[in-house]
């Protein structure tokens, strides 16, 4: 069955780094990824979206890479801040009908 | 900017009570979804429309229903309410021209059943 992982342990990193995020997924063959940001108590916000012919795309702070051989993408946020902090999900075309299956999410803790 | 909104943020019901829930969007998406999300188990489809009348079961329908007589509005009908089914609501939308799946959320109803 199609199966999306992320890491369900929260990172927590220091302000400045670069905090690194996986998204592993089997038995799909996905066209394109996307990337969404949670707050607490709030809807998910679309961030990003790579397509399976592009290895990597950046917007501002953010770089997703998307490995399709691996069936893996990676989603980096770069001199990270304590705003950054939120619970991020990842996602994927499924069962045809513009339907989305999302992962559990990665909850990031950016300290000071 | 797309804008979903969602009929109420917090919501609270007795058992077996019949609650609806009511989404709203203003970008003319022919799509819409119904997600809960729970702890632990992410976001599970419980319902779509791709149009208005039109409806799909999602992932986990059980104890729900759906009503969509507006391209606007899409909403969520908890026939009996039940304890299991205290939960966060999230309602989406999409826009199948976009060729890309995004789907636009509104703030979510964390619904408590007592």
């Known amino acids: 069955s199609q199966k999306i992982e992320q890491n369900s342990e929260a990172l927590n990193i220091q302000e400045g780094k670069t905090a690194t995020l996986t998204c592993n997924y089997t038995?799909?063959?996905?066209?394109?990824l996307q990337w969404y940001r949670q707050d607490p108590g709030r809807g998910p916000v679309f961030l990003l979206l790579i397509r399976e012919n592009e290895k990597e795309k950046r917007k501002e702070r953010l770089k997703v890479t998307f490995d399709t051989t691996l069936k893996q993408s990676l989603f980096h946020i770069t001199a990270s801040q304590p705003a950054d902090s939120a619970t991020y999900l990842c996602a994927l075309a499924s069962g045809g009908g513009n339907k989305l299956t999302f992962g559990t999410g990665t909850q990031l803790k950016v300290e000071l | 900017d797309v804008k979903v909104t969602q009929s109420s943020r917090y919501l609270v019901k007795r058992t077996g009570e019949k609650v609806f829930l009511e989404c709203v969007q203003d970008m003319d998406h022919e799509n819409m979804f119904w997600y809960r999300q729970d702890p632990g188990l992410g976001l599970r489809l419980i319902y779509f429309s791709y149009d208005v009348k039109m409806k799909e079961k999602g992932d986990i329908p059980e104890g729900y229903s759906v009503s969509r007589e507006k391209k606007e509005r899409f909403s969520l009908i908890l026939e009996s309410a039940s304890t299991n089914q205290t939960s966060m609501y999230l309602c989406a939308s999409s826009a199948p021209v976009e060729l890309t799946d995004t789907q636009y959320f509104g703030p979510g109803t964390r619904l408590t059943v007592l």
């Open positions: 038995n799909y063959s996905p066209a394109y």
